[in-house]
């Protein structure tokens, strides 16, 4: 697709410095932008970019503007990050077409019930007394087990598989090899091993979340695990059973977060942190990456260490760690001297 530095600056209401006929054909980071391309910037460390980059188009954050003339042509918006992002959005929306119709093989079961405009794609089965909402699409290869509910305009991609019981709203994504709804991991032990507690429950997803590829959604033991509203997972995550996450959470790969703690709204939690159960999580908290939570924690924290506790610490902390061995061997000859000094 080709559109100029007009067509664009409408899209994203931005201001033109330079020719507003300007073309593009692709997008490229601003470092290896060429002719014909797009690029944007939004931070100070890619400013000087805007003067040497081959890129025929970029848009600007304005802040960032401080001539009248450029080589390329500028598109002077606000936030230049978030301009962007919306136009990635139409661009995504102009490439993919959405697929309608029921495709051969794929098995629904007679009691299933398949809204409008919905895709199902081949070999996919949905199994009894399921439903599924308006313009739903659901990709080659998934299952849907019994008596599953899922909402208008989400997105199953290949792969995915989707439990008896459970409930996905509106606007969700799930990608491929995702399993909503597996056993939540509970044994009793015995005298003669492990016995296996029934997992009764389901897992509930609210309206517009994702879920990135090879996620763990265990179903709760009795009564629902549940993904609030707005939240967004990252690839290679494992929630337990009778999880209760709230609503605008970004949890980032290889998080996993243990049985029956509750997690409130607008959380971000970094990569590979772990998270015990049985804990009660606030509201606005920050969790750096490789953390280990043992502890309820309070709304509006930062945490990083293992066992989690406030960044700022730690970071100071840390600092002394690194020269525990000198501290030590200072406090050993400080001891040395003394006592030689007590001895004459």
């Known amino acids: 697709m080709e559109f100029t530095a007009a067509q664009i600056a409408s899209f994203i209401n931005?201001?033109?410095?330079?020719?507003?006929?300007?073309?593009?054909?692709?997008?490229?980071?601003?470092?290896?932008?060429q002719n014909g391309q797009l690029s944007f910037v939004s931070?100070?460390?890619?400013?000087?970019?805007?003067?040497?980059?081959?890129?025929?188009?970029?848009?600007?954050?304005?802040?960032?503007v401080k001539e009248e003339n450029y080589k390329p042509t500028l598109i002077v918006v606000e936030d230049a990050y978030l301009a962007f992002q919306v136009l990635m959005n139409l661009y995504q929306q102009m490439r993919e077409e959405k697929k309608s119709g029921i495709e051969q093989p794929s098995t629904i079961a007679d009691s299933a019930t398949i809204g409008e405009n919905v895709y199902v794609g081949a070999h996919s089965y949905?199994?009894?007394k399921s439903k599924i909402g308006n313009g739903t699409q659901i990709f080659?290869?998934?299952?849907?087990?019994?008596?599953?509910?899922?909402?208008e305009n989400s997105i199953i991609y290949s792969g995915a598989r989707i439990y008896d019981?459970?409930?996905?709203?509106?606007?969700?994504?799930?990608h491929s090899n995702t399993v909503v709804g597996s056993d939540g991991f509970g044994f009793q032990p015995?005298?003669?091993g492990y016995q296996k507690i029934p997992q009764l429950g389901n897992v509930v997803i609210e309206n517009n979340v994702e879920i990135g590829s090879n996620c763990s959604i265990d179903r709760g033991t009795?009564?629902?695990?549940?993904?609030?509203e707005g939240t967004k997972i990252d690839n290679l995550i494992q929630i337990a059973h009778n999880v209760k996450i709230g609503k605008n959470n970004v949890i980032a790969a290889q998080a996993g977060i243990a049985g029956s703690t509750v997690i409130g709204d607008w959380n971000m939690i970094g990569g590979q942190t772990g998270v015990a159960g049985h804990l009660k999580i606030g509201n606005q908290i920050r969790v750096q990456a490789q953390s280990g939570i043992n502890r309820d924690v309070q709304d509006g924290e930062t945490l990083f260490g293992t066992p989690a506790f406030n960044a700022g610490d730690y970071r100071r902390s840390y600092v002394l760690f690194r020269k525990f061995p000198e501290i030590v061997e200072r406090i050993n000859n400080l001891e040395k001297n003394s006592k030689e000094n007590t001895n004459e």
């Open 140 to 151: 080659p290869q998934v299952y849907i087990g019994k008596n599953v509910k899922i909402g």
């Open 14 to 33: 931005g201001k033109i410095l330079g020719d507003e006929n300007a073309s593009i054909t692709g997008v490229s980071p601003i470092e290896n932008a």
């Open 222 to 228: 009795i009564g629902s695990t549940v993904i609030g």
């Open 165 to 174: 019981y459970c409930v996905i709203g509106d606007n969700c994504i799930i």
């Open 190 to 192: 015995t005298k003669d």
């Open 43 to 64: 931070q100070e460390k890619f400013a000087e970019f805007i003067s040497l980059s081959e890129a025929s188009v970029i848009i600007v954050s304005g802040k960032f």
């Open 126 to 128: 949905i199994s009894d």
